[in-house]
C-alpha cells in the first residue's frame, strides 16, 4: 500500500497537463512538524503495579480529558481506552491494582483480522485505527484479547481536534500519538507521575538508553497473555 | 423537451425558495464566508478543485505514517476558514453558516468529514512541561 501510495507521490512531482484544461498538478510536499513514523523506534509503556495505587484513577481521568471521551448513556456503551483493574490472589489474599489499555502488541489480532486494514501498526509500534477506513464491524473487537477496544454507540460532539471519534467506529488507546509525535508522552503517564507515583514510564523500546528500556534489562517484567505470543509493547512489573 | 424545461424551472425555483441558507444568498451561487489570516496554502482556484484531494492525501499521511503537517490539515482550514455565529463563537456543521455547507449544500455533496472531526477551530495541543522532553 505504501508502494503505491509512493509512486503516486512520485509521479506527482511534475505537473502534468494531460489534455487542454486538465492538469494534474502535485501534491504539496508539505512543511511537516513530525514524521513519518520509523521502524527504529518502538513506543512502548511500563507499568509498574507495586507503585499504582488502588483507589486512584488519574491515568483514566487524564485519558477522557486528553482525548474528550465524554460520559454515554449509560455504562454498557461507555467507551473505555483504559481501566484500572483489581485483581487478587485466591491464595496469599495479595491485592493488586493496574491500568489496562490496548497493548500496542507488535503481532496485533486486531490488524489481523480487519477486513478494510483499519486496524494498523504504525511503523514505530503504535497500534490504531484509521476511522476512514473502519466500517464499524467490531471484529477486532472479538480478536483483541485484551478487551481493550471500544465502540462508539452514539453521536460524539466536541470532540478534540488532536482525537476525531465517532459513531460506528471501533477506537482504543493510541498512546497519545499526537503527543508522541510531538515529541511529548502520553497523558496517563504524564498524570501518574503528576501525582508522584511514577507507576508507567513511557518511552522507546529500541532504544537501550532509555529508561524503560534499562528498566526491563535489570528487573523482572511481564507481559499480560504472553503465552499468545503477541509481543505486546506495553510491559508490567510486580504482577 | 418540455419535461426537460419544466425540471430545470422547477430547480431553478427550487434554488430561489431555500433563501434562508445562506449558501444560496442570490439564489445561484454560494456564497462564501471570507476568511481570515492571508494566504491559503494553495491560491483559490486551485484549492477550489483539489481541496478535497489535499484532504484525502494528507489523511493517509497523518494517521498512518505520522507525517503531520504544519498547516496543511483539516485543523488548519478550520483555523482561517471558521465563522462566528450570533454569540462570536464559531459555529458547528449543523449550522448552515458552516463554510463547507456554504458550498457543499449548495452543490448537495454530503461530507461526513465532520461525524468524528471536530468542526469547530481548537486549541494548539496542549503541550504541558511535563511532556516537552521526550522519554527517550
Known sequence: MTGRRDFLAGAAALALTIAPGVTLYPMAQ????????????????????????????????????????????GPAIQAQWIRKVDLRHKGSGRKLSLPVMCQHCAE???????????????????????KHRCIGCRYCMLACPYKARSFVHETVTDQAPHAPRGKGTVESCTLCVHRVDAGGTPACVEACAG????????????????EISKRLAEYPSAAIRADLGLDPGVRYQGL | MRAVLIMVAALFLISLGDGDTPACAGGLQPTVPKAKGGTCVRDAAFMRANHMNFLSHRRDASVREGRRALSEKLAGCLDCHAVAGSDGHAVGFDNPKHFCRACHDYAAVRIDCFECHNAKPGPLIRQSSASAGQAK
Not at chain 1, 44 to 70: F, P, T, Y
Not at chain 1, 195 to 210: V, W
Request: net charge negative.
Open chain 1, 30 to 73: 508539505a512543511a511537516l512538524t513530525s514524521g513519518p513514523a520509523s521502524a527504529k523506534n518502538r513506543w512502548g509503556m511500563l507499568i509498574d503495579a507495586n507503585r499504582c495505587k488502588a483507589d486512584c484513577s488519574a491515568c483514566v481521568g487524564a485519558c477522557g480529558e486528553e482525548n474528550a471521551i465524554g460520559p454515554a448513556h
Open chain 1, 195 to 210: 501525582l508522584g507515583h511514577g507507576a508507567i514510564i513511557f518511552g522507546d523500546l529500541n532504544d537501550p538508553t532509555s
Open chain 1, 108 to 130: 496485533p489480532p486486531c490488524a489481523d483480522v480487519c477486513p478494510t486494514g483499519a486496524s494498523f501498526k504504525r511503523a514505530d509500534g503504535i497500534v490504531l485505527v484509521d
